[in-house]
Every structure is written in structure tokens, then in C-alpha cells.
């Protein structure tokens, strides 16, 4: 089945690259713009630049019936699209404000095309991208008018937020909860809901959701920073535990099976990492006290994560001198299914140990995305060694610390530690080893969130 709308996707990110691939998988005819040359390259080779389950095939599915096709210039295709998605990055800057230079650029590219071309007729431009509230009108908007069109006349301008997760980015994609989409106008909405649409069932209309822009916006900021509220939660309740003699995963469980609860995002851990919780939470935060207001819940959630982080290195150094000690360092990645380390624990648990004074710290991960990506920030060294296999980081060491909650990991055994050095230390700081079993093999395993002390007296 063919589809009529052609669809320009501008940043060929995690996002971007997704929706390329699940868009041709309806049909849609796909040009994916991205400044990035190698990233083009790739993509036109049928070849995923990124490591998500699924992808690599659908895009190639997609390249090889001539469906997607990547540029370098939005130039080259403009002209030929009517629905724009702006799916580039928004990092945060130190600050903890949200960085808009790649969607300022991108507006200014469209701005540009708009000038040089000859009347390309009505397209609509949508923001895909998270964007702090009044970014579309007040940053997207004004850039593009710049080209002497009207928004709500020669363009339309719509802000539809994401949701998809990394390590399910495509079946989240296909499958989605819900679609938010904000538009200035009624015309705006309905350029962007014949193409989403796609991905809805016949019974499943009722799933979008129409908004004003910033209603989009915010949207977007509050799921996530929702679920960030959810898993600080959970992990301050694991500190409790800790303290209490208690295993907060009972706790957790029970407070799930209260369907206004609901179980899911009360994992404890090593705090919430990735490309999203950490830099939406900031931004939104930052944003609110640039209105004026003092967002007391968010700063929270921040501080209980830094701590978080910082509490999975004590639960070694509370148990172990760091100095002079061999620590296998498993997952690199901010979790499972993905080769993404941005704000991964990983990146405060490592150069942590290192800077304690660890003889050596052998990482690994299964994914070769993670390793590469981490190696390039934390080149190898004397002291810190990149494994392909698990046996060869735990080969030697004295203890292990793992980050990561994947599969291979969760298979870990009493017996698959025979290589460590006498009287091993597990930290477990995603609660995955069955620690009963670790301890009656003689293995000291210290899981987060869980302790039998009972030396607290109120
Ligand atoms: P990313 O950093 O993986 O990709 C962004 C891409 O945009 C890069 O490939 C970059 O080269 C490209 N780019 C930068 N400037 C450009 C320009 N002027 N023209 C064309 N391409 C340009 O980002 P991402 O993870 O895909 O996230 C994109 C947006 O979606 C962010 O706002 C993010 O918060 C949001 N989001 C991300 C996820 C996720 O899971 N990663 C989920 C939902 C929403
Ligand atoms: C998150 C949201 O889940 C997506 O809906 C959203 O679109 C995306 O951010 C975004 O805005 O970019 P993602 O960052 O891919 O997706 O990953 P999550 O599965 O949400 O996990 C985020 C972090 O929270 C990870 O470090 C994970 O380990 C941690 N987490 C998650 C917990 O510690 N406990 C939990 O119970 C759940």
C-alpha cells in the first residue's frame, strides 16, 4: 500500500530514524534529512546507525523499496514534501536550560528554503522534537515567517510530541498508547493526524489527542517528568529500606497492585539515566524558575538521582577500600536494549573508581554501540580495560558492580564467578541476582534497596 502524503523527517536521530522506518513500513514515501554525512551514508546503505531491535531491518525494508532516502540538505527535498517533522536533538546546556540551536537551525533552513524556492504550496511543519512551552510559536514560527509566508496560510505549524522508548523505540512507535497533536489551526492538526493515523487501528481514533501547541508541549515534559517523579520516588523508598532492614522490592510490589499506582516505573536502581528523564526534568525545572516559580517536586527528583548515582559507588566503599582494588564494572548502558550511555550511571560509577584509587576496572557491555560510545569519553588506559565477553572483565577481579539490567547479566550464576579473585563482592545495584542463592554459594553480594539489618530503633 502506497500513501499519497510525502513526508520529510529533518534529524536522523533515535527519533528520526524510527519514524522513517515505521512510516515506510505504512507506505509513506520517506527523505530523512541530517546534517550529519556519515549518519546519511549509512542510512542509504540500508544500515542502522543506531543499535534498536528491529530497526536496521525495517529501514532497510524501507531503503530497499526506494521509500526512505537520506539527504544532507533539506534543499534537495523540500520542495517535494508536504508534511515536515523536526526531529533534531535538545540538549540541555550547563545551566540545566534547554538548548534550541538545532531547532533555531533547522527553522532557519526551512526559512531559507522558503526564500529560494518558487511557490512550493501548503505544507505543514511539526515540531517532533521536546521543546519547552512556547517554543513552536515563539522560536519555529517567527524563523519561518522570516521567509515572508504566514503561518495558517502558506504553512501550516503543529507540535506533536514523542513518546517512544529507547531499546522498543520502533514498536512503540507502531503501537502507540496515545498521539498528542498541537496545532495552531484545525488544517494544521489534520496534516499531521493523516499521517500518524497510520499507525492506529480502525477502533483506535479515540487514542489522539487534539491540543493548542503548548499543551503539546507541556504534555510532554509532564509525562516524563512524571515517570522521572516515579522512579525517584521509588529509589528514596530503597534508602529506606536499606536503612530499615526491608527489601524495597516488596514494597514495591505491593504499592503496584494498587491499580492508581499501578506497578510499572517502581523498579529502584541506580537512577534514571539516558538522552530524556534527566535533560527534560532539568529544562522544565529551569524553565519554571525562569517564570518565576520555585519547582520544589522537580528539584527533588534531580537530587534524589545525583544521589542515587553517587549511592551506588558507597555501596562498594562501604563494603570495600577502593584503593589498590580489581572491580569488573558490568552495563554501560543507561539501561537494557540499547547502546546508549548518555547520562548513564556508568559515567559516574567508572571515572568514581578510578579516581578512588582502583588498581584496574575491566567494563563490559553487550552492546558494542555502548563500549564504542563510552570508550571514546573514557579512552582505554593502565587502569580501565573494555571486555568483549563477561568472563574476562570478571576474570581476576575482586569485585562487581553491575549498572545495567541485562539479559546475560540476569543469568549470572554462583558458579559463572569461579574467575574472580577469593572472597568476591556482587554489587547489584538493578536487583536482578537471586542473592539467597550468591550467599549460600559463599559469594557477598550487597543488593540495592535491600538489607537485613535490623540495628534502626525509632
Ligand atoms: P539525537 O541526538 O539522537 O539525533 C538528533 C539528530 O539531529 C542528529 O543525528 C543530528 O546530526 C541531527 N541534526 C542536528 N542539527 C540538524 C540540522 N540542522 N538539520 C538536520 N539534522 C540535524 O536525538 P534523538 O534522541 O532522536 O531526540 C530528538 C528529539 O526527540 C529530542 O528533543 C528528544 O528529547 C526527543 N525524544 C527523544 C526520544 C529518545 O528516546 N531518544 C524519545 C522521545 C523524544
Ligand atoms: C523515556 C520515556 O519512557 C519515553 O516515554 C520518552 O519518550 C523518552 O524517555 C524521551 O522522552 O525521550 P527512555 O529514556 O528511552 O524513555 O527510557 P526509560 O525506559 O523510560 O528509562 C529511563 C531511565 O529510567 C533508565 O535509566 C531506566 O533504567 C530508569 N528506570 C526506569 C528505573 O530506574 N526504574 C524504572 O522502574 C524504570
Redesign the pocket.
Known amino acids: 500500500m502506497r500513501n499519497k502524503t510525502r513526508i520529510c523527517i529533518?534529524?536522523?536521530?533515535?527519533?528520526?530514524?524510527t519514524y522513517a522506518a515505521g512510516l515506510a513500513s505504512k507506505g509513506f514515501r520517506v527523505s530523512l534529512?541530517?546534517?550529519?554525512e556519515a549518519?546519511i551514508a549509512r542510512v542509504n546503505l540500508g544500515s542502522s546507525?543506531?543499535d534498536e531491535p528491529g530497526l536496521e531491518r525495517a529501514l532497510a525494508g524501507g531503503v530497499k523499496k526506494g521509500l526512505i532516502r537520506g539527504y544532507t540538505r533539506?534543499d534537495d527535498v523540500f520542495q517535494g514534501s508536504d508534511v515536515l517533522f523536526i526531529?533534531?536533538?535538545?540538549?540541555c546546556d550547563d545551566a540545566g536550560n534547554i538548548n534550541l540551536?538545532?531547532v533555531r537551525?533547522?527553522a532557519r533552513?526551512l526559512r531559507d528554503c522558503y526564500q529560494k524556492g518558487t511557490d512550493p504550496g501548503y505544507k505543514v511543519i511539526c515540531v517532533?522534537?521536546?521543546?519547552i512551552c512556547g517554543t513552536t510559536d515563539n522560536v519555529v514560527l517567527p524563523a519561518v515567517e522570516e521567509s515572508g509566508k504566514k503561518a495558517g496560510v502558506d504553512f501550516g505549524l503543529a507540535m506533536s510530541?514523542?513518546?517512544?522508548?529507547?531499546g522498543s523505540?520502533l514498536d512503540d512507535i507502531l503501537h502507540p498508547d496515545k498521539i498528542v497533536i498541537g496545532g495552531m489551526d484545525q488544517r494544521s492538526i489534520d496534516g499531521v493526524k493523516c499521517v500518524l493515523q497510520a499507525f492506529l487501528g480502525p477502533d483506535e481514533e479515540g487514542k489522539v489527542i487534539e491540543t493548542d501547541l503548548r499543551t503539546a508541549e507541556l504534555i510532554?515534559y509532564a509525562q516524563n517528568s512524571f515517570l522521572a517523579t516515579k522512579i525517584s520516588f521509588i529509589n528514596e523508598m530503597s534508602r529506606f529500606a536499606e536503612a530499615f532492614g526491608v527489601d524495597v522490592g516488596k514494597v514495591a510490589r505491593a504499592i503496584g497492585m494498587d491499580s492508581r499506582i499501578s506497578p510499572k516505573f517502581l523498579n529502584a536502581g541506580p537512577g534514571f539515566g539516558?538522552?530524556?528523564f534527566p535533560?527534560?526534568v532539568r529544562a522544565l525545572y529551569t524553565a519554571g524558575k525562569r517564570a518565576g516559580m520555585e519547582p520544589l517536586l522537580l528539584k527533588a527528583v534531580l537530587d534524589v538521582n545525583e544521589g542515587q548515582k553517587a549511592h551506588v559507588l558507597s555501596l562498594l566503599t562501604s563494603a570495600r577500600q577502593v584503593r589498590g582494588l580489581k572491580v569488573a564494572v558490568l552495563g554501560l548502558a543507561f539501561k537494557a536494549g540499547t547502546g546508549?550511555t548518555r547520562e548513564s550511571v556508568s559515567r559516574t560509577v567508572v571515572p568514581g573508581l578510578l579516581g578512588a584509587g582502583a588498581k584496574s576496572v575491566k567494563v563490559h557491555d553487550p552492546s558494542h554501540f555502548a563500549r564504542d560510545e563510552f570508550k571514546r569519553e573514557f579512552p582505554a588506559s593502565d587502569r580501565l580495560s573494555y571486555c568483549e565477553r563477561v568472563e574476562e572483565a570478571l576474570a581476576g577481579a575482586d569485585a562487581c558492580i553491575i549498572l545495567t539490567e541485562w539479559p546475560e547479566y540476569m543469568r549470572l550464576r554462583p558458579s559463572d564467578l569461579a574467575g574472580m579473585a577469593p572472597r568476591p563482592l556482587v554489587i547489584d545495584s538493578r536487583r536482578i541476582l537471586p542473592r539467597h542463592e550468591f550467599k549460600e554459594g559463599g559469594i557477598e553480594i550487597v543488593t540495592l534497596g535491600e538489607s537485613t539489618s535490623r540495628s534502626f530503633v525509632p
Open positions: 529533518i534529524g536522523a536521530g533515535y527519533v528520526g530514524l534529512v541530517d546534517v550529519n549518519t546507525p543506531i533539506l526531529c533534531v536533538g535538545t540538549y540551536a538545532q537551525s533547522v533552513d517532533k522534537s521536546t521543546v510530541p514523542e513518546f517512544l522508548k529507547e523505540a510532554k539516558g538522552s530524556c535533560k527534560d546508549d
